[in-house]
């Protein structure tokens, strides 16, 4: 896409920022953590954390695009070089280098997250291949056999992960996705529809009421001392937020726009996806026994099991699969975008160079993650296979650290008056009230949301 480039079109945004919102993190990765932190209680927190965290957030990166028109690097310099608040912000202590290492440790944690995301695409565009077959054969193997052979076959992930990653590159290379990423965003609202079906059939299954209580009664005691941070580093996730993709969106965004509504319809978005994704999976999970609530368990396995079940179930599968890689199709764009942009504004160099060097940079490190399960199955910590820790250190530790970083400069880069141009709009009254409230939560809120939830992680350590 090109920098000039702004969205002729206000679908044009909502498509591609909704695109990028909606993946892996909320049809795998968020009935999983539901699943650990016990349910109602949980969603309630992420909930909380979506409105409180997540959407001032986003807010401030697609105001920061809009404000620089560039990608988080360069956004940060910006802001270090601004002169309004020089002083406020250097007695801080956050003097230039600070701004600086916020962009390098944004798009640093982008490639490691894209490098672990390809390896579950992989899984995905495998189910996708398996649905395809499965027309062809006769007799079915089961999905538990299928996951196994994924599985235990870490070169098979790895070949997998390393398609997806050339799709993309080549998607980006050939800069077609502006297309793409629309093409995308168009089948959204088909996969939703076809979300609310299978979420409809799997309900009707006789755990559907002991599922919709899992999920929507809040019982406090299940929560433990990771779950705050837990919830906080998956709502960055699922929202794109604190890396600063949303950041590259905002400089495409048009002039007319009003930032804080297209902020909040894709948090709402987002977050129906993901409970939606609860609604679907929680009644098959608990329905069967000998489903394991591990990550590839929850959705890679219950998922296929109960399609094949359906009349029409395979048709039901390979529309839900070729759907699902879509999605992460369109969250890989635009993360590798987001470092591909801002690899080239850094280093100058053209668009095909920082394409493959980026490219060729994930592909190696997906081995770590993609051999997780063979190479490295040895490696175990409180008996979390690599895979796992890698998850847990990228998204609910790092991730964190980070948007509180990007909070603070946000909060001491840009003045009042700066953010008050781009946020509040004469025309709607409510956002002057608003307005004071976003600074009062990104300056405050959010930061001691995030050190009272690493406090408390950590002391879960202790006891
Ligand atoms: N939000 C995406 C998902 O839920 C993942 C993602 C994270 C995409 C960060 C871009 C940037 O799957």
Redesign the pocket.
Known sequence: MNKKNVWSTRLGFYLVAIG???????LW?FPVVVGENGGGAFVLLYVMCALLLGLPLLIGELILGRKTGKSIMAGMEALAENPHQKKEREALGLKPPFFRLVGAFAVLL?MA?LSY?AVISGWVLHFVIQFLVSFTETANSTTSARLIELMTNGWLQMGLASVHLLLVMIIVLKGVQEGLEKWVGYMMPAFGVLLVILMYKSISLPSGIEALRFLLYPDFSKLNLSSLLSAIGHVC????VG?G?MVTFGSYMREQEHIPTAGFRVTLVDTFVSIFAGLLLFPIVLSASNIPLTDPGLLFEALPRFLLELSGGQVFGLLFFVCLYLA?LG?SI??FE?VVSNLQEKFKWNRTRTTWITGLLLLLASAIPALSSSVFKGIRVQGMSLLEILDSFLINLLLPVLALLVALALSYGLSLSEKRSLFVDNHRIESVALFEHWIWILRYLVPTLIVLALALHFLGFLF
């Open positions: 990028s919102a909606c993946g892996l993190g909320n990765r982008s997250i995301y996730f699922t929202l794109s890396l993709t992460t969250a635009g993360l987001m």
